[in-house]
């Protein structure tokens, strides 16, 4: 009987926890704004892509768009935990806010190609949901921005594309890196290894999977943004990423945070780098 009770009280803590884990924060947008949920953009076997999209009204024409990536070391965070997207709704900005593959889903490369996939699905359909093929942010934090940076520095780099092929160009007007992995073989983490899986020390594919090591002339613009007193990604990857893009001559804008930790920014702070980004990407032209 004891077991039983035992039994029983662990399913429900894990039910709790998974209730938890999938809590879904209602994103709020402006009147003349539309939402898709739950869009599916790929499929890989069982496993279905989704996007939460944002539109604004088709009045005004085609709108530039912001696919948001969440966090989460690979192997956890969800999309529903995404809702800060106001300053662009604010300036005409459409939202993607993607899902992707976990670890305990597929190992790498999967996040990457589920997130060129997303980029690849909002070209194709950009008419369709009355969109600006050639104003798209690509924005994320930590692994997040790890994926950002990937999906944008690819460009035409077809090598993560085999589930979405179809598009020949393939770009960005620009990427937003919050404290995002720039070098996976120099982030000394179990997020890391378990990511890598079996290809751990492969330093090829290491490299192949790195932003630092995606950086061209032809790059879109990269904003980048990092507390210097981050304990899980270190600020010398942002450090290094700057350097890179320095060399190749790529217009970019670091934001470094005193103090800040993890994503983890006091309150002014935070809008200060709202509104950096948004000068940023209105610099570039993408919004007026």
């Known amino acids: 009987m004891k077991k039983l009770i035992i039994s029983c009280f662990l399913i429900a803590a894990v039910g709790f926890t998974q209730a938890q884990e999938t809590e879904v924060k209602k994103v709020t947008y402006p009147t003349g704004f539309s939402e898709q949920l739950n869009v599916v953009y790929t499929k890989a076997g069982d496993w279905e892509g989704k996007m939460d999209l944002y539109l604004p009204s088709k009045e005004k024409g085609p709108s530039p768009i912001v696919i948001n990536i969440h966090g989460g070391g690979f192997n956890k965070g969800n999309k529903e935990s995404q809702t800060g997207f106001n300053s662009f709704f604010k300036n005409g900005y459409a939202v993607a806010n993607i899902a992707y593959r976990l670890v305990q889903v597929a190992p790498a490369p999967a996040a990457v190609e589920d997130t060129r996939c ?82 751990a020390k492969d330093q090829k594919f290491i490299e192949s999977v790195s932003p630092l090591y995606q950086v061209k002339k032809t790059s879109p613009p990269v904003f980048i943004v990092h507390g210097d007193a981050d304990p899980v990604v270190p600020y010398q990857q942002s450090v290094d990423l700057k350097k890179k893009l320095d060399e190749f001559g790529i217009k970019n804008e670091f934001m470094t945070i005193e103090g800040g930790e993890h994503g983890k920014f006091p309150k002014e702070k935070n809008s200060e780098l709202n509104a950096a980004i948004i000068n940023f990407l209105k610099e570039l032209g993408i919004h007026k």
């Open 118 to 199: 997303a980029l690849i699905y909002l070209i194709k359909n950009a008419k369709a949901l009355n969109i600006d093929p050639n104003r798209i942010v690509i924005m994320g934090g930590s692994a997040g921005g790890h994926l950002a940076l990937m999906g944008g520095l690819l460009g035409n780099d077809t090598r993560f594309d085999g589930n979405c092929p179809g598009v020949k160009e393939v770009k960005v007007a620009a990427i937003i890196d919050k404290y995002g992995i720039t070098h996976i073989g120099n982030w000394a983490s179990r997020s890391a290894t378990w990511w890598l899986g079996d290809k």
